[in-house]
Structures are given as structure tokens and as C-alpha cells.
């Protein structure tokens, strides 16, 4: 069966960047910046994002363009006659479907709150309590989340039933396209509020006394890890789009241009929120509940309150469905790779495996409350800790090994598939820092996640 590929180069970028852009980006680097004192921590997060994202996001792009194969059978393609590397491909793909667990409970959360915003659900003259129950109400109900999550997987695994470039790279054009139109948007609004200044400093001005408070140690690790896992790197969900890819352009160029995008959308979301928390006096550094309490509460304290908030609901559930659908099409190609599938069984078994397997995440919060798995976790925490704390920092650590030891695939063959094609080369010389470096600096962040 001839393999698909994207109809156009800024297809492939908006996917692949799309895969990237998630809640991470949108939910989790605002208030980590937030709790690490802002503009060090930004510096920070640009340098490790430069120094190991990119690096291994060439590296998983590799492996998907030189094998033209989706995970286990890309390893099985470049590994040497005998060896076991493309074991690691059930893993990564095992990772996809246990993120796909939990993901889709929250992308329907954002769903839900773009849906409550735009009918009415938030009012002006809501108290700070009545706005917050909001959110409290949808975890307590297993049949409203239920719903939300399931609409969330039948639309993801409805786009990816079309193809690669009829389903999956059109919509992504759309969406990416509305997606970078609302941050705009959001953002030149939150600048023209009240004290909007004073988040703006919080944000993006290095503050020694802040970091001191700190620790900077503390703030580097922080920096380190969410530059690492803004990419979704290490479970083959990246290495799928290199392997739809054209040997056009040269790999470090494309990868640069993904983390570009990723990152603009990371820092535009402070953007918006930080202003807004200011202007409101709201503490920006209020963890997870900040997207579904705090932020409701500033938006229904503001003129036009109803409309800002279904915007941004509106660009978080962009965000979210973006990385669902490409990781759904990971999960399909790979079934059609591997056992033959044709992409209807493919969509039809894994989209009644993702349905039943998400209930766990969905009820969890109601009937299932009491279950604690993992260190006292919940289960939504229990299944992010095995994705973000031991699957991407080993996958990425197996996919850096496999393209620079020579057990693997081998420095010069991974060189050579990176900087085919026009644009940014990688230097020969940057041989012992993938060899000797890189793997420390992301062992730090495997131990530092366990610990």
C-alpha cells in the first residue's frame, strides 16, 4: 500500500506543531512560569528548549522520514539484523494510548466551558463561588463528563477516518489557523486592561529578588522540564510525521519552525492570562485550577466577560483537539502498519478502545473518587505520571541512543537522513554533546520526575 504524505509543506508544520501546541503549552507553561517567578524562568525555558528539544525532535523525525514506517516497524527498518531496539516501539505506542486516557477527559472539559461560556452558563453578576462551582459541578457529574469526552473522541477519530491529507492535515489548517487568529486576539485584549503592565513585568522581566525566593536551582530544573515536554517527544508522535514527510528540506530547519510555533503559542498564552490575573488581582500562580476556577472568575468580572470567555475556551479547545487527532492518526497508522488494518477497522477498534478505556480518567473524579494508584494520585494524575514522568523522558533517552551509539542506527546515518534537503544543517562537531551531554540532561529529568 503506498505510504500517504502531506499535500503541502505548511501541512506538515501545522500538524506537527499542533501535535506540540496542547495543554501543555496553553494550561501548564502560564502558571509553572507563574510559580517560578516569570522571566528567569522564560530565559531558561528557551535555552533547554533550543539545547535538548529540538535536538531530539530531529532525531524522532529522523527515524519516521528514513524508514517510512510508523514506530515498531521504523525501528525494525533502520536497527541492526539481531537487535531489540524496536521493543521500544510498543512502548511509545502503549504511551500514545495511555495519554489518549486521560487527554480527552480534559480536552472535553475545554469543550465543555467553550459551550457553558457561549450559552450563558457564566454571568456577570455570578459570585466568585458560583463561577468556580462551575467546574467542581462538572467533576461531581460522571454523565456530563462522559459526554464531553465521548463527542471529543468521535469528532478525532471522525477527521483522521478520512486520510491523512483529506482529514487530518485540512482540519489541522483550519484550527491552527483560527488557533494563532484567537491568541491574537486574546492577547491585544488582556494588554488593554487595567494594570495589564504589571502582568507583563510579572511575565517576562528577570527578577533576581523572585528567583532567590525560589531558588534558582529549583527554576532551571522547572525550565528544563517544560521545555522537554512541550513537544511530546519519545512516543513516536512526532516520528509519524516524518514519515509523511517530503526529503525536501533538511530536518534541524523544520524542527526549529515547529518549536518556533510551539513556543509562540506557549508565550502568547502568558500573555494573555498574566494581564487578566493583574488586572483582576489574582494570584497567576494558582496551578492546575487556574484554566477552569481563576480564569471564569476574571472573565466574568470583565466587560464582554461572556464573549472573551467563549474565545478562549474556543482557542483551549484548539488547542487540546489538535494533539488528539495527531495522536490519533499515530495510533491508526500504526495499526495499519502493523497488522495490515484497513484505516475504516483501524478508526472503528480504536475508537471503541479509547471510549471504553477513558472511563477510569472520566469517573475518577466522581464514582471512582476514592481510587488513588499510583503515590496517592488520582487516576488522570496516576496515568500523567506514567506518560510525562517515565514514558517521554525514556522514549526520548531509547530514540537518542538508537540515532547516536553504534548499536543503533549511528551518528553519521542519523546525520545524513537530518540534513538532507535544503535549509539548517546540524554540525558533525556537535557529535560528542549527543553522545555524552544530551543523555545526562535528560537522565536529570527522569530521576528529578520520579523524585
Known amino acids: ?208 529578588e523572585r528567583v532567590n525566593e525560589i531558588g534558582l536551582g529549583k527554576v532551571i530544573t522547572a525550565a528544563m522540564n517544560q521545555a522537554f515536554f512541550t513537544l511530546s517527544l519519545g512516543v513516536a ?55 477552569f476556577i481563576t480564569l471564569p472568575n476574571v472573565f466574568v468580572n470583565m466587560a464582554g466577560g461572556r464573549i472573551w470567555g467563549t474565545l478562549f475556551f474556543l482557542f483551549m479547545t484548539f488547542a487540546s483537539f489538535t494533539t488528539i487527532m495527531a495522536v490519533f492518526e499515530n495510533l491508526l497508522s500504526f495499526c495499519i502498519d502493523t497488522f495490515g488494518w484497513s484505516r475504516k477497522k483501524a478508526t472503528l477498534i480504536n475508537g471503541i478502545f479509547i471510549l471504553i478505556a477513558s472511563l477510569p480518567c472520566v469517573l475518577g473524579y466522581n464514582v471512582l473518587s476514592d481510587l488513588h494508584i499510583i503515590g496517592g494520585r488520582d487516576v488522570l494524575d496516576s496515568e500523567d505520571f506514567l506518560v510525562s514522568n517515565l514514558l517521554l523522558p525514556i522514549g526520548s533517552l531509547v530514540y537518542l541512543l538508537f540515532c547516536v551509539s553504534k548499536w543503533g542506527w549511528g551518528f553519521d546515518n542519523y546525520l545524513e537522513e537530518a540534513n538532507t534537503g535544503k535549509g539548517l544543517k546540524l554540525s558533525r562537531k556537535l557529535k560528542p554533546y549527543f553522545q555524552f551531554i544530551l543523555p545526562v540532561l535528560i537522565l536529570i529529568i527522569l530521576i528529578q520526575g520520579l523524585l
Not at 107 to 136: C, Q
Not at 155 to 166: A, D, E, I, P, T
Not at 262 to 281: H, R
Open 1 to 208: 500500500m503506498k505510504r500517504e504524505n502531506f499535500q503541502s509543506r505548511l501541512g506538515f508544520l501545522l500538524v506537527s506543531a499542533g501535535c506540540a501546541i496542547g495543554i501543555g503549552n496553553v494550561w501548564r507553561f502560564p502558571y509553572v512560569a507563574g510559580q517560578n517567578g516569570g522571566g528567569f524562568f522564560v530565559l531558561f525555558y528557551l535555552i533547554f528548549l533550543i539545547c535538548m528539544g529540538i535536538p531530539v525532535l530531529t532525531m524522532e523525525l529522523a527515524v519516521g522520514r528514513a524508514s517510512r514506517k510508523s514506530a515498531v516497524l521504523g525501528y525494525k527498518a533502520l536497527e541492526k539484523q539481531g537487535s531489540k531496539w524496536h521493543i521500544h516501539g510498543w512502548a511509545a505506542m502503549i504511551g500514545c494510548y495511555l495519554l489518549m486516557m486521560y487527554y480527552t477527559t480534559v480536552s472535553g472539559w475545554m469543550l465543555s466551558f467553550f459551550f457553558k461560556f457561549a450559552t450563558g452558563t457564566f454571568t456577570g453578576s455570578m459570585s466568585s463561588e458560583a463561577a468556580g462551582g462551575v467546574f467542581s459541578n462538572l467533576l461531581a457529574s460522571p454523565v456530563e463528563m462522559a459526554f464531553w469526552m465521548i463527542l471529543t473522541v468521535l469528532l478525532g477519530f471522525l477527521v483522521c477516518s478520512f486520510g491523512l491529507q483529506k482529514g487530518l492535515e485540512r482540519i489541522s489548517k483550519i484550527m491552527m489557523t483560527a488557533l494563532l487568529a484567537l491568541i491574537l486576539i486574546l492577547a491585544i485584549h488582556s494588554l488593554t486592561l487595567e494594570n495589564s503592565l504589571e502582568g507583563i513585568r510579572f511575565y517576562l522581566l528577570p527578577s533576581v
Open 237 to 291: 508522535a512526532m516520528e509519524i510525521f516524518g514519515s509523511y514527510m517530503s526529503k525536501d528540506r533538511s530536518l534541524p530547519g523544520e524542527a526549529l519552525r515547529i518549536c518556533g510555533l510551539d513556543t509562540f503559542v506557549a508565550i502568547m498564552s502568558g500573555l494573555i492570562i498574566f494581564p487578566a490575573c493583574f488586572s483582576f488581582g489574582v494570584q497567576p500562580d494558582a496551578g492546575p485550577s487556574l484554566i
